[in-house]
T-cell receptor
Framework: DTGVSQDPRHKITKRGQNVTFRCDPI?????LYWYRQTLGQGPEFLTY????????KSRLLSDRFSAERPKGSFSTLEIQRTEQGDSAMYLC???????????FGDGTRLSIL | RKEVEQDPGPFNVPEGATVAFNCTYS??????FFWYRQDCRKEPKLLMS???SGNEDGRFTAQLNRASQYISLLIRDSKLSDSATYLC?????????????FGRGTSLIVHP
């Protein structure tokens, strides 16, 4: 299967710890997106990359959040000093180009104790 | 006012019914529109793109009204398996970038 893959599927950690998630997009897709989704809400845009360049960041993305896509392939999303409010599903998606539909990974469910 | 608005529902309909959802957006410069389906605790999956002239895929019809800034999804002959949350996505143009913006989703429950 050559879809979008995310790792880990679930992460449980204590408040104050750092966590890092990985996303591998569909190989021919240039664009990679990160979203956060909480219960009863749609996915909220966090940031996106065109190849290795991070082109846009939501103001939701506080300075505790950082994302990278070092070689324009996989991406990582790191959250430092996690807080209770960071508990959510973190979704990654990729698309061939702007305006094209996105394909989502299974997501990483983060729970902060 | 949220940038993309949907009635959260739930819409509770019997099998075989026709049901329609609307989604309004605030940014008139928006380009590209999509409907996604999301099952409980799963990732969103693309249902269909929405084209200016309207488009149909089997029992599903999507329409775009740029003047009134809304898109719609019509489901005919509802099946039990159509029960899910339907998310609309609007690519908002912000400073030259396309920012995909989701509505909160409309919950559909199809009962026997």
């Amino acid at each position: 299967d050559t879809g979008v893959s995310q790792d880990p599927r679930h992460k449980i950690t204590k408040r104050g710890q750092n966590v890092t998630f990985r996303c591998d997009p569909i190989s021919e897709h240039n664009r990679l997106y990160w979203y956060r989704q909480t219960l009863g809400q749609g996915p909220e845009f966090l940031t996106y990359f065109q190849n290795e360049a991070q082109l846009e960041k939501s103001r939701l993305l506080s300075d505790r959040f950082s994302a990278e896509r070092p070689k324009g392939s996989f991406s990582t999303l790191e959250i430092q000093r996690t807080e209770q409010g960071d508990s959510a599903m973190y979704l990654c998606a990729s698309s061939q180009d702007r305006g094209q539909p996105q394909h989502f990974g299974d997501g990483t469910r983060l729970s902060i104790l | 006012r949220k940038e993309v608005e949907q009635d959260p529902g739930p819409f509770n309909v019997p099998e075989g019914a026709t049901v329609a959802f609307n989604c309004t957006y605030s940014n008139s410069a928006s380009q590209s529109f999509f409907w996604y389906r999301q099952d409980c605790r799963k990732e969103p999956k693309l249902l269909m793109s929405v084209y200016s002239s309207g488009n149909e895929d089997g029992r599903f019809t999507a329409q775009l009204n740029r003047a009134s800034q809304y898109i719609s999804l019509l489901i005919r002959d509802s099946k039990l398996s159509d029960s899910a949350t339907y998310l609309c996505v609007v690519n908002m143009v912000v400073g030259g970038s396309y920012i995909p913006t989701f509505g909160r989703g409309t919950s559909l429950i199809v009962h026997p």
